[in-house]
C-alpha cells in the first residue's frame, strides 16, 4: 500500500495526524461526548486499554482544560502494551482480567470522594474475524472493565465501553441496568458502518442494594467461590445447569438403527448394569425384525388436525 492511500481512504484517519491524536479513535470518543457530555466537569478518570492513547489523549486535553488546580486531575490509562508517555497521566500496563492489574487500579482510588467520575473502555482483542468467538472475547473485556468499575466508579458515574453488537445485545443491556441509571448504545461517526463495534454509554452509576464489588468472572472462575462469595441475591450470577441421566446411555440427538432395542430397563440408578444392557441389546438385536407400534396416548385435538380433514 502506497504512503498516502489510507489517507485518502480515511479521512478520520488523515485528520487525526493533522489534529495531533495518536489514533483516529480519539474522534469516536469525542463524537460520544459531543451526545452525551460525559466530560463535563470530570476530574477523576480511568482508561481501560487505553494504547496508543488517543483517548487518553482527549481525557487529559479536556480534564486540563480550563483549570487552575492540576492537583484535582487524576487520570489513570492502561494496557497490555507499553504506551508513550502522556503528562499528566499515570499508567499502567496490565491485563484488565487479571486480578493484580485490577488491584494496582483500584489502589488509586481511595474514599467515596476520591472514586472516579468516569470509566472508559475502548478494549479490543485481537479480532480473529470469527463473529461468535470475537464477541465473546469482547464480552470478557467489558466484563473485565465493568467489574473494575464497580470498585472505582463513584455513584452517579458515567461509564462508556466498546461492545459487539450481536445477539446478545439486548441481554447486555438489561445487565448494565442493573448498575446504570441509563443505558444507551452509540454508534459514533467516525466509527466504520461496515463494523459491528458500537459503545455502550451507561449513566449515573448506582450501586445495586446488597451488590459487594468483586473480580469474579462467572466464565472462568471456579464455581464454588462465586457461590461462597455471594452475601446477596444481587451477586448469584450463576444458575446450576444440571445434566440428568446417564450420560453413556441413548443420546438424544443421534439417529439409531430400528434394529437397535429401545426395551433398556432402567435399575434403579445402577451404572454399570443399565449400561450392560444397554450393550446387550445392541448386540442381541442387530439382526430383529423392526415392529412399528402405535404412540401410547394419540394428541386429542391436535394443531393439524384442521389440515388434515381439509386434504380429505
Ligand atoms: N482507545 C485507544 C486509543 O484511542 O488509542 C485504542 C485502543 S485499541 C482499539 C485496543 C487496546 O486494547 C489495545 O491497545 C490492546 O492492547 C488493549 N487490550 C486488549 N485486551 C486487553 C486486556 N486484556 N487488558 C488490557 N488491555 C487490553
Known sequence: MGKTSKDKRDIYYRLAKEEGWRARSAFKLLQIDEKFHILKDVTRA??????????????SKRLYENRTNNEEVKI????????????????????????????????HFGGESQ?????????????????DIDEYIQSQLLLAALSITTHVLMTGGNFVAKIFRG?????LYSQLRIFFEKVSIAKPASSRNSSIEAFVVCQNYRCPDGYIPQMINPMIDDVQMIVNATDSSVNQKLIPFVVCGDLRGFDSDMSYSLNVSTAMKYNNGNFKKKYLYIYMFFKLNEDSEYTYKEVVQKPISPAYKEILEKLK
Open 76 to 107: 489513570i490509562a492502561v494496557d497490555l502494551q507499553a504506551m508513550a508517555p502522556l503528562p499528566g497521566v499515570t499508567q499502567l500496563q496490565g491485563d484488565i482480567t487479571k486480578l493484580s492489574t485490577a488491584q494496582a487500579i483500584i489502589d
Open 167 to 171: 445477539k446478545d445485545t439486548n441481554l
Open 46 to 59: 480511568v482508561d481501560l486499554c487505553a494504547a496508543p492513547g488517543s483517548w487518553t489523549q482527549v481525557l
Open 115 to 131: 472514586k472516579a467520575q468516569l470509566v472508559i473502555c475502548d478494549g479490543a482483542p485481537d479480532v480473529t474475524g470469527l463473529h
